[in-house]
């Protein structure tokens, strides 16, 4: 395994770089729950695939110099201004290419804009520079808006010879199914709880929380680590006690709103879905299957008692497709506002 990635990625890594040259598929869609490295795996089999020989970067060649000099021109990177602000990694440094002049916007775009489509198209119309190869990464690929989609698919349509073609998303569904019928899918599983929480404390986490992170992450062992470094377990509990003073009848959406936005409209939404999910789970008696808060239990129950289960199942609808939208130019405050009314309403008695 190459030593950019991590362990939980051996098995997946060591099969993607056994593929030969004539077999490697035309398009990729690797997707998977938040923080399981899939952008790492995509940009080494960018590096793999320009190498000179034959599977992994062999580091000595003239494509792997000029990769590593983060000028080779047949690597080509697409992102969001957000996804790549304050980073210096070599995803970025590739991804700004494609970025327009800086302008007069207060805030990094969070949208692949079909402009940065286009030229990449062009770019991708003339001969490979070092070789027969080119490699196109698109990460992440669920934040393209829909002309870009569009541009994107033309060229999975007809790719130019020699071009592969890597998408990674956290949310393949969002996707076109137009376009993800042109990729061959690979999911990236979820590492074993035991042995990402044993990642976590190598990296400083404490034993006692690891865990927990991890079920609030979704399994994801690396966005368990951003949200250790985030202070998230203190600011969850901000938003466990505006949920229950939503359940007990009392609590303004409009000021939670605000409070949940400084925390982080995302990472709240997100929150608010595995909340959902937990509930749904303990209404539906799924016992089986692990809570998102293991360590809620009693509040948890408490609210399944004061649950009006279709109004659940409508705002969860609802904020899945709020995060599905993110990556739009919404109004987060009052897009949570929204959320929060509906959510208040979720309980029996609260209108």
Same mark, same amino acid.
């Given at each position: 395994m190459s030593r950019a990635l991590y362990p939980w990625l051996e098995p997946l890594w060591t099969r993607l770089a056994a593929t030969d040259e004539d077999s490697r598929p035309q398009a990729l869609l690797l997707s998977g729950v938040t923080g399981l490295g899939k952008q790492a795996v995509a940009m080494e089999l960018a590096r793999a695939w320009l190498c000179a020989g034959d599977s992994r970067p062999c580091g000595e060649c003239r494509a792997c110099a000029l990769l590593s000099a983060n000028s080779h021109p047949d690597l080509h990177v697409l992102s969001t201004e957000a996804v790549c602000a304050g980073r210096q990694d070599q995803f970025a440094a590739f991804a700004r290419r494609y970025f327009p002049e800086p302008g007069r916007r207060k805030k990094p775009s969070r949208v692949i804009p079909v402009d940065a489509i286009r030229a990449m198209g062009a770019q991708l119309a003339q001969t490979g520079h070092q070789s027969a190869r080119r490699v196109v990464l698109v990460w992440p690929a669920d934040?393209?808006?829909?002309?870009?989609?569009? +541009? %994107?698919?033309? @060229?999975l349509e007809e790719p130019p010879v020699g071009a592969h073609f890597l998408l990674v998303s956290d949310h393949p569904a969002s996707l076109p199914a137009t376009i993800r019928s042109r990729c061959l899918p690979q999911p990236v599983p979820v590492p074993p709880e035991q042995g990402a929480s044993d990642w976590l404390v190598e990296q400083g986490i404490a034993a006692d929380q690891a865990g927990l992170l991890l079920r609030l992450a979704g399994g994801g062992p690396l966005r368990a680590l951003a949200l250790a470094g985030e202070g998230w377990l203190a600011q969850r509990q901000q938003l466990l006690e505006d949920v229950?003073?939503?359940?007990?009848?009392?609590?303004?959406?409009?000021?939670?709103?605000?409070?949940?936005?400084?925390?982080?409209?995302?990472? +709240? %939404?997100?929150? @608010?879905?595995?909340?959902s999910v937990d509930l749904l789970r303990k209404a539906h008696a799924t016992g089986a299957a692990p809570l998102f808060n293991p360590d809620c239990d009693s509040?948890?129950?408490?609210?399944?008692?004061?649950?009006?289960?279709s109004r659940l199942h409508e705002i969860f609808n609802v904020i899945s497709e709020s995060i599905s939208g993110l990556a739009g130019n919404l109004d987060?405050?009052?897009?949570?506002?929204?959320?929060?009314?509906?959510?208040?309403?979720?309980?029996?008695?609260?209108?």
């Open positions: 934040a393209m808006n829909a002309n870009a989609a569009n +541009s %994107l698919l033309k @060229l229950a003073r939503f359940a007990a009848g009392r609590g303004d959406p409009v000021a939670a709103a605000r409070r949940w936005k400084e925390i982080g409209t995302s990472e +709240s %939404l997100r929150w @608010l879905h595995g909340w509040a948890l129950e408490d609210q399944v008692k004061r649950l009006n289960l987060e405050t009052l897009m949570l506002e929204d959320i929060l009314a509906r959510w208040r309403r979720v309980y029996s008695g609260v209108t």
